[in-house]
Protein backbone atom coordinates (compact mmCIF):
# COMPACT_ATOMS: atom_id res chain seq x y z
CA UNK A 1 0.00 0.00 0.00
CA UNK A 2 1.78 3.41 -0.86
CA UNK A 3 1.77 5.61 1.47
CA UNK A 4 2.81 8.94 -0.93
CA UNK A 5 1.41 8.70 -4.35
CA UNK A 6 2.27 10.64 -7.63
CA UNK A 7 -0.16 9.37 -10.10
CA UNK A 8 1.22 11.13 -13.06
CA UNK A 9 4.34 9.02 -14.30
CA UNK A 10 5.44 12.12 -16.75
CA UNK A 11 4.46 15.37 -17.37
CA UNK A 12 5.95 17.53 -20.61
CA UNK A 13 5.11 21.60 -20.34
CA UNK A 14 6.42 24.06 -22.78
CA UNK A 15 9.62 25.87 -21.54
CA UNK A 16 8.52 29.04 -19.96
CA UNK A 17 5.12 27.92 -18.61
CA UNK A 18 4.34 26.84 -15.54
CA UNK A 19 4.82 23.31 -14.09
CA UNK A 20 2.61 21.83 -11.71
CA UNK A 21 3.71 18.35 -10.50
CA UNK A 22 1.04 16.42 -8.14
CA UNK A 23 1.63 14.25 -4.80
CA UNK A 24 -1.43 12.84 -2.52
CA UNK A 25 -0.72 10.90 0.90
CA UNK A 26 -2.50 8.60 2.95
CA UNK A 27 -0.66 9.12 6.23
CA UNK A 28 -2.34 11.18 8.53
CA UNK A 29 0.52 11.63 10.88
CA UNK A 30 3.14 12.86 8.14
CA UNK A 31 4.42 16.28 8.82
CA UNK A 32 6.64 17.34 6.68
CA UNK A 33 7.05 16.95 2.81
CA UNK A 34 10.05 17.11 0.52
CA UNK A 35 10.36 16.82 -2.88
CA UNK A 36 13.68 15.83 -4.70
CA UNK A 37 14.89 16.07 -7.90
CA UNK A 38 16.91 13.39 -9.72
CA UNK A 39 19.01 13.33 -12.75
CA UNK A 40 19.98 10.65 -15.09
CA UNK A 41 22.89 8.41 -13.57
CA UNK A 42 22.67 10.97 -10.63
CA UNK A 43 21.16 10.23 -6.94
CA UNK A 44 18.47 12.00 -5.52
CA UNK A 45 18.69 15.82 -4.53
CA UNK A 46 16.74 18.05 -2.04
CA UNK A 47 14.90 20.79 -3.79
CA UNK A 48 12.38 22.18 -1.55
CA UNK A 49 10.36 21.07 1.60
CA UNK A 50 7.46 22.17 3.97
CA UNK A 51 5.85 21.48 7.19
CA UNK A 52 2.73 20.61 7.95
CA UNK A 53 1.91 23.73 9.75
CA UNK A 54 2.23 25.96 6.50
CA UNK A 55 0.45 26.01 3.47
CA UNK A 56 3.25 27.00 0.66
CA UNK A 57 7.09 27.56 0.76
CA UNK A 58 8.52 29.56 -1.73
CA UNK A 59 12.32 29.40 -3.12
CA UNK A 60 13.10 31.14 -6.17
CA UNK A 61 11.25 29.64 -9.27
CA UNK A 62 9.78 26.58 -7.16
CA UNK A 63 6.65 26.69 -4.59
CA UNK A 64 5.57 23.97 -3.06
CA UNK A 65 1.79 24.25 -1.71
CA UNK A 66 0.22 21.73 0.86
CA UNK A 67 -3.65 21.23 1.59
CA UNK A 68 -3.91 19.24 4.58
CA UNK A 69 -7.61 18.24 4.29
CA UNK A 70 -7.31 16.76 1.29
CA UNK A 71 -3.97 14.85 1.96
CA UNK A 72 -2.58 17.00 -1.27
CA UNK A 73 0.58 18.87 -2.28
CA UNK A 74 2.00 20.26 -5.49
CA UNK A 75 5.05 21.48 -6.65
CA UNK A 76 4.82 24.99 -8.67
CA UNK A 77 7.83 25.63 -11.14
CA UNK A 78 7.82 28.92 -12.46
CA UNK A 79 9.04 29.44 -15.42
CA UNK A 80 9.86 26.18 -16.18
CA UNK A 81 13.26 26.04 -17.41
CA UNK A 82 15.25 23.15 -19.72
CA UNK A 83 17.56 22.38 -16.82
CA UNK A 84 14.17 21.80 -14.87
CA UNK A 85 14.08 18.56 -17.01
CA UNK A 86 14.51 15.63 -14.64
CA UNK A 87 12.81 12.73 -12.27
CA UNK A 88 10.85 14.93 -9.50
CA UNK A 89 10.19 12.58 -5.88
CA UNK A 90 7.42 13.90 -3.34
CA UNK A 91 8.53 12.26 0.14
CA UNK A 92 7.21 12.41 3.47
CA UNK A 93 8.10 11.68 6.91
CA UNK A 94 6.41 11.53 10.39
CA UNK A 95 7.87 12.57 13.73
CA UNK A 96 10.26 15.58 15.11
CA UNK A 97 13.02 13.35 14.36
CA UNK A 98 14.26 13.75 11.09
CA UNK A 99 16.15 10.88 11.21
CA UNK A 100 13.10 8.97 10.78
CA UNK A 101 12.69 7.24 7.32
CA UNK A 102 11.18 9.04 4.70
CA UNK A 103 8.60 7.17 2.01
CA UNK A 104 8.96 8.87 -1.32
CA UNK A 105 6.44 8.25 -4.41
CA UNK A 106 7.11 6.40 -7.16
CA UNK A 107 8.26 9.66 -9.10
CA UNK A 108 6.92 11.91 -12.03
CA UNK A 109 9.22 12.44 -15.15
CA UNK A 110 9.45 16.39 -16.10
CA UNK A 111 10.23 16.79 -19.47
CA UNK A 112 10.55 20.55 -20.70
CA UNK A 113 9.63 21.37 -24.28
CA UNK A 114 12.09 23.87 -26.03
CA UNK B 1 33.29 16.84 1.18
CA UNK B 2 33.20 14.32 -1.82
CA UNK B 3 29.31 13.55 -1.06
CA UNK B 4 28.14 10.23 -0.64
CA UNK B 5 30.28 7.41 -2.09
CA UNK B 6 29.14 4.26 -3.75
CA UNK B 7 30.88 1.41 -5.29
CA UNK B 8 30.86 0.18 -7.67
CA UNK B 9 28.74 2.57 -10.22
CA UNK B 10 27.41 -0.65 -12.08
CA UNK B 11 27.48 -4.36 -11.46
CA UNK B 12 26.83 -7.19 -13.94
CA UNK B 13 26.75 -11.15 -12.15
CA UNK B 14 24.95 -14.11 -12.93
CA UNK B 15 22.01 -15.64 -11.08
CA UNK B 16 23.07 -17.02 -7.33
CA UNK B 17 26.40 -15.10 -7.36
CA UNK B 18 26.80 -12.75 -4.22
CA UNK B 19 26.88 -9.39 -4.59
CA UNK B 20 28.33 -6.49 -1.93
CA UNK B 21 27.25 -3.15 -2.26
CA UNK B 22 29.45 -0.79 -0.50
CA UNK B 23 28.61 2.69 0.85
CA UNK B 24 30.78 5.67 2.24
CA UNK B 25 28.22 8.22 4.35
CA UNK B 26 29.16 12.19 4.45
CA UNK B 27 31.38 12.30 7.28
CA UNK B 28 29.44 13.17 10.19
CA UNK B 29 26.43 12.23 9.37
CA UNK B 30 24.90 9.92 11.88
CA UNK B 31 22.29 8.04 9.88
CA UNK B 32 22.92 5.96 6.80
CA UNK B 33 19.96 4.67 4.61
CA UNK B 34 19.93 2.28 1.81
CA UNK B 35 17.08 2.47 -1.25
CA UNK B 36 16.17 0.64 -4.13
CA UNK B 37 14.80 2.00 -7.42
CA UNK B 38 12.68 0.41 -9.65
CA UNK B 39 9.79 1.63 -11.92
CA UNK B 40 7.40 -0.55 -10.46
CA UNK B 41 7.99 0.46 -7.20
CA UNK B 42 9.73 3.90 -7.26
CA UNK B 43 11.98 4.39 -5.04
CA UNK B 44 11.95 1.65 -2.06
CA UNK B 45 13.91 1.99 1.47
CA UNK B 46 15.54 -1.11 2.18
CA UNK B 47 17.00 -0.38 5.88
CA UNK B 48 18.36 2.23 7.75
CA UNK B 49 20.73 2.77 10.68
CA UNK B 50 21.43 5.49 13.21
CA UNK B 51 25.09 5.84 15.15
CA UNK B 52 26.25 2.29 13.33
CA UNK B 53 23.04 0.75 14.45
CA UNK B 54 20.10 -0.88 11.98
CA UNK B 55 16.79 0.94 13.02
CA UNK B 56 14.28 -0.57 10.95
CA UNK B 57 15.13 -2.92 7.89
CA UNK B 58 11.39 -3.78 7.49
CA UNK B 59 11.86 -2.48 3.79
CA UNK B 60 14.77 -5.48 3.42
CA UNK B 61 12.72 -8.15 0.72
CA UNK B 62 14.15 -11.51 1.40
CA UNK B 63 16.75 -12.72 4.11
CA UNK B 64 19.25 -13.03 0.95
CA UNK B 65 19.27 -9.21 1.24
CA UNK B 66 21.84 -8.18 4.52
CA UNK B 67 23.08 -5.10 5.30
CA UNK B 68 26.03 -3.81 7.79
CA UNK B 69 27.45 -0.67 8.81
CA UNK B 70 30.53 -1.87 10.78
CA UNK B 71 31.64 1.83 11.80
CA UNK B 72 30.68 5.32 10.93
CA UNK B 73 32.36 5.57 7.77
CA UNK B 74 31.19 2.20 6.10
CA UNK B 75 28.45 0.42 5.02
CA UNK B 76 27.67 -2.71 2.87
CA UNK B 77 24.20 -4.03 1.18
CA UNK B 78 24.90 -7.92 0.38
CA UNK B 79 22.92 -10.30 -1.43
CA UNK B 80 23.34 -13.69 -1.13
CA UNK B 81 22.50 -15.34 -3.85
CA UNK B 82 21.40 -12.98 -6.56
CA UNK B 83 18.60 -13.13 -8.58
CA UNK B 84 17.27 -11.58 -12.06
CA UNK B 85 14.51 -10.08 -10.14
CA UNK B 86 16.82 -8.11 -7.72
CA UNK B 87 18.07 -5.81 -10.87
CA UNK B 88 17.42 -2.34 -9.60
CA UNK B 89 19.64 0.92 -8.89
CA UNK B 90 20.38 0.72 -5.57
CA UNK B 91 20.95 4.44 -3.34
CA UNK B 92 22.64 4.83 -0.45
CA UNK B 93 21.88 8.16 1.73
CA UNK B 94 23.35 9.51 4.65
CA UNK B 95 21.56 12.37 7.06
CA UNK B 96 23.04 14.58 9.40
CA UNK B 97 19.83 14.64 11.45
CA UNK B 98 17.41 16.47 8.68
CA UNK B 99 17.95 16.23 4.70
CA UNK B 100 19.23 13.10 3.40
CA UNK B 101 21.98 13.21 0.75
CA UNK B 102 22.29 10.04 -2.15
CA UNK B 103 25.56 8.74 -3.55
CA UNK B 104 25.12 8.19 -7.40
CA UNK B 105 24.16 5.14 -6.77
CA UNK B 106 24.64 1.24 -8.17
CA UNK B 107 22.94 -0.02 -11.38
CA UNK B 108 22.68 -3.80 -10.41
CA UNK B 109 22.05 -6.16 -13.07
CA UNK B 110 21.82 -10.23 -12.72
CA UNK B 111 21.32 -12.07 -15.73
Known amino acids: DQQVKQNSPSLSVQEGRISILNCDYT??????FLWYKKYPAEGPTFLIS?????DKNEDGRFTVFLNKSAKHLSLHIVPSQPGDSAVYFC?????????????FGKGTRLHILP | DAGVIQSPRHEVTEMGQEVTLRCKPI?????LFWYRQTMMRGLELLIY????????DSGMPEDRFSAKMPNASFSTLKIQPSEPRDSAVYFC?????????FGAGTRLSVL
Open chain 2, 93 to 101: ASSPGQLQY
Open chain 1, 27 to 32: NSMFDY
Open chain 1, 50 to 54: ISSIK
Open chain 1, 91 to 103: AATSGGNRDDKII
Open chain 2, 27 to 31: SGHNS
Open chain 2, 49 to 56: FNNNVPID
